[in-house]
């Protein structure tokens, strides 16, 4: 707050001395927006805007209050005269990127996904190397269906952002193309500890229709376990498994599960699941000697390293795969290396790490 208050008192005594000069009622102006104050920064901005009536900056901040204050019609005619003053100098650059940015925000919030692809495409164009652009980009056109864009889009991203999300959604739109195997390809390159709940999803889904069932169980029950989305669409994929497997009594206690979730999450029913469970009562007996299969996220591994002296290290596991560990996470004491644990993923404060683990064997 002081700092506020020493910056509102310099560019006034600004003001006094230099009445004429814009840039200082627009300063003041963006001191006033920084503290929320909106209609004081809207009249400053509208001062510079009559000593300057070009000041595209006066306009652009002028824009932020007004959206501060819900007022997005106003925002939006402004933002859409500004970007039509807009040039393709370097000095207009920083300005384009804030103006497009908030266009596409408004656009979106406007259900506009073509004003707001429109508006991506001037960001790509400005920063060639933001990967999320692409893969909002990607998002937009499959909303709209245009898959081939959306899997060009998605692939420009992958390099750029490394991450999990991205693969799952070049996945999805190769999927969407009918090039279920090219989608399949992708999954397996994806390290496990880098999946989240919804890749594993639909990377079991893939399996089911593929009919690999036994790989597509291990994926839909890793979906179940791993914190995140709801899951009552991976308890009804896994009925099905179950049902091609001809393990009724399971299928029938994952349709149960979807039903459950699905009445208490969004309090509607779920009639393919019903449908399921009717069909199975139909047309077979339960075996009730069939045993439920459990769920379990629990890998095996072994202590690669351990620095005792800062209390972490890592643990190897899967394919030559690793993950950090810290002494913490560790319930049967102070790990060695070479320790043979098993050992839960989870999402902590920095990325994922190593939870519950537990000695196996020590060498």
């Known amino acids: 707050m002081r700092r506020f208050n020493e910056a509102e008192e310099y560019y006034k005594e600004l003001m006094t001395e230099f009445s004429g000069k814009a840039k200082y009622y627009y300063h003041l102006g963006k001191v006033y927006c920084a503290q929320k104050r909106w209609d004081e920064a809207i009249e400053h901005c509208d001062k510079a805007l009559e000593r300057w009536s070009e000041f595209q900056w006066a306009k652009m901040e002028k824009a932020k209050c007004l959206l501060g204050k819900k007022e997005t019609d106003a925002a939006y005619a402004l933002l ?26 408004l656009r979106v919030e406007r259900n506009d996904s073509r004003g707001a692809l429109s508006a991506l495409s ?16 990607g998002k937009l056109h499959l909303e709209l269906k245009e898959y081939e864009k959306a899997l060009n889009d998605f692939q420009v991203s992958d390099p750029l952002l490394r991450k999990s999300y991205v693969k799952d959604k070049v996945a999805l739109a190769l999927t969407f193309l009918g090039r279920e195997d090219e989608a399949i390809d992708v999954y397996k390159n994806i390290p496990p500890s880098q999946m989240d709940d919804y890749v594993h999803q639909h990377y079991g889904r893939l399996l089911l229709k593929r009919g690999d069932y036994e790989p597509a169980k291990e994926q839909l029950k890793r979906a179940i376990v791993k914190k995140g989305m709801s899951k009552f669409n991976a308890h009804f994929f896994l009925g099905q498994v179950f049902e091609k497997l001809g393990k009724y009594r399971n299928a029938k206690r994952e349709y149960e599960r979807a039903m459950e979730l699905r009445q208490k999450e969004f309090a509607v029913d779920f009639p393919q699941a019903e449908d399921r469970i009717r069909f199975i009562d139909q047309n077979f007996v339960l075996d009730e000697a069939e045993v439920f299969e459990e769920y379990s996220n629990r890998l095996q591994g072994r202590i690669m390293k351990f620095i005792s002296e800062r209390g972490f290290g890592f ?40 939870a519950n683990v537990d000695l196996i064997k020590r060498t």
């Open 122 to 137: 001037k960001l790509a164009e400005l920063e060639p190397e933001d990967g999320f652009t692409f893969y909002r980009m």
């Open 315 to 354: 643990i190897k596991y899967g394919k030559g795969e690793d993950v950090f560990v810290h002494v913490k996470a560790c319930k049967y004491g102070d790990p060695k290396v070479n320790d043979l644990v098993t050992f839960e993923i989870v999402q902590g404060r920095k990325g994922l790490e190593a």
């Open 80 to 105: 859409i005269e500004i970007e039509a003053l807009l040039s393709n100098s370097e000095k207009d650059r920083v300005l384009a990127l804030k103006v497009y940015r908030a266009l596409y925000g």
